[in-house]
């Protein structure tokens, strides 16, 4: 059998086309003296396809706990005994977290929401709050609100949102282990309601969540099938009270072979750094990522977790001579 | 000093990150700064956190608000 590096140096660096689903798990199946070569290859396949700008977000929690889903990794189902209290944002401090966002230099900021889908009061919420940011702010929004209706996806591309967010999470054949209150086929049906309505689709997952390699290697295949534009790439933080809480933290290089299969797989595709990175690969791993597939990131604070500082960040891609993707390659 | 400190977070009676009696041990992730205080410090109560792209914000039904802001004049 070839080596599976050789045949993803021909197919996906010179030819342009994505792993499949087997040869992923054979990416993820590489022993751990390869990952070096795995995850050179990969930057070289994100520098050839992506090119070395990266993109950077900030996101917020404009409502949050409460929900009444039961994603076994979530600290703000409802459901769970979780420390995480219900908190609603008004929207002089939404503002104020975009203006904030926006002096990173970054060119996202992403407005979520811990619900099942958006009530009325929220997406009137949500309405008032692009309104004043676009007033103020020069930054693009993108939105995460749980599942919408064909109605609200209209609504919601009629606001401006231009990009949104919502999470397979994981492998379909997974997906009931980690989430009952609803179906991986209910979050395909949104997300393809997005991409019809002319919005960006930006849909990832959590990684470390128990699922085998074989699992890993599945949900890759589901997100090329996607083909989003971004893929947020979180791994698991293990949060007290929830279902998930006594998990162990994802071994670094194992998470490190994720990101750089997940970019052979997707190489066209936005791979973001997101929640659980700093628990999984401290401060040496972010850089590694970065240098292996990575090409954006969530800078500064997350939903209800904190962040290394949004300064290591970006001190870090000034290092590594990335350039932070400017506003009007956005638009 | 951790007795300066507001007292939703330095009363020093209740641990912030798990609402145990003070003295026990502090999660990981709490320990490499990347969790906000759930608990208050003063009397175990959970408090209503809010956390932004720059810092958070964490209240007390009983013993107020801090901001991580706040935070930083003790430094």
Same mark, same amino acid.
């Given at each position: ?5 050789? *045949? ?36 070289? #396949?994100?520098?050839?396809? $992506? ?15 409460? $929900? ?41 900021? $992403? ?36 599942? !919408? ?44 309601? #997005? ?17 085998? !390699? ?13 083909? &989003? ?21 994802? &071994? ?34 972010? @850089? ?10 969530? *800078? ?5 977790? !904190? ?17 932070? @993707? ?6 | ?31 490499? /700064? ?9 009397? /175990? ?23 991580? @802001? ?6």
């Amino acid at each position: 059998m070839s080596d599976i590096l050789a *045949v993803a140096r021909e197919q996906v660096l010179e030819r342009g086309e994505g792993l499949d689903q087997e040869q992923t798990l054979q990416v993820l199946q590489l022993p751990d003296d390869r990952l070096d070569d795995l995850l050179a290859l990969a930057h070289e #396949v994100r520098m050839a396809h $992506c090119g070395p700008d990266v993109e950077v977000e900030g996101i917020i929690s404009l409502k949050t706990g409460g $929900c009444p889903e039961d994603c076994h990794f979530c600290s703000q189902s409802g459901l769970f005994a979780s420390p995480v209290r219900s908190a609603w944002l008004d929207v002089p401090s939404l503002v104020e977290a975009a203006k904030q966002t926006a002096k990173t230099g970054a060119t996202e900021f $992403c407005i979520v929401a811990a619900v099942r889908g958006p009530d009325e009061r929220l997406l009137a919420q949500v309405a008032a709050g692009i309104e004043a940011i676009r007033n103020e702010v020069d930054i693009q929004i993108a939105c995460s609100l749980g599942m !919408l209706t064909a109605e609200q996806v209209e609504r919601l591309s009629a606001m401006g949102v231009h990009r949104y967010n919502h999470n397979l999470e994981t492998a379909r054949s997974f997906f009931t282990n980690v989430v009952t209150t609803h179906t991986w086929e209910e979050r395909w049906d949104t997300l393809r309601m #997005v991409r019809e309505a002319g919005m960006e689709v930006c849909c990832g997952g959590i990684l470390g969540m128990g699922e085998t !390699l074989e699992q890993r290697a599945e949900f890759a295949a589901n997100l090329a099938e996607l083909d &989003p534009h971004e893929v947020p790439l979180n791994f698991l933080n293990p949060r007290p009270g929830t279902p998930f809480g006594d998990l162990d933290v994802l &071994p670094a290089a194992e998470a490190l072979k994720a990101v750089a299969a997940f970019r052979l797989a997707l190489p066209r595709t936005m791979l973001r750094f997101a929640g659980g990175r700093e628990i999984t690969l401290g401060d040496l791993g972010a @850089k590694k990522g970065i240098l292996g597939g990575i090409n954006a990131v969530i *800078v500064g604070n997350y939903l209800t977790t !904190l962040g290394r500082p949004a300064e290591a960040d970006l001190e870090l891609l000034e290092d590594l001579q990335m350039p932070i @993707k400017a506003l009007n390659a956005s638009l | 000093m951790v007795r300066d400190l507001p007292a939703p977070v330095g009363a020093g009676v209740f641990n912030v990150y798990t609402g145990e009696p003070a003295g026990g041990a502090v999660p990981t992730a709490a320990r490499l /700064g990347l969790e906000p205080p759930r608990f208050c410090a003063d009397c /175990g109560r959970r408090m209503i956190v809010q956390v932004r792209p720059d810092g958070w914000w964490a209240k007390c039904s009983r013993h107020g608000l801090v901001d991580s @802001k706040d935070l930083e004049l003790y430094r």
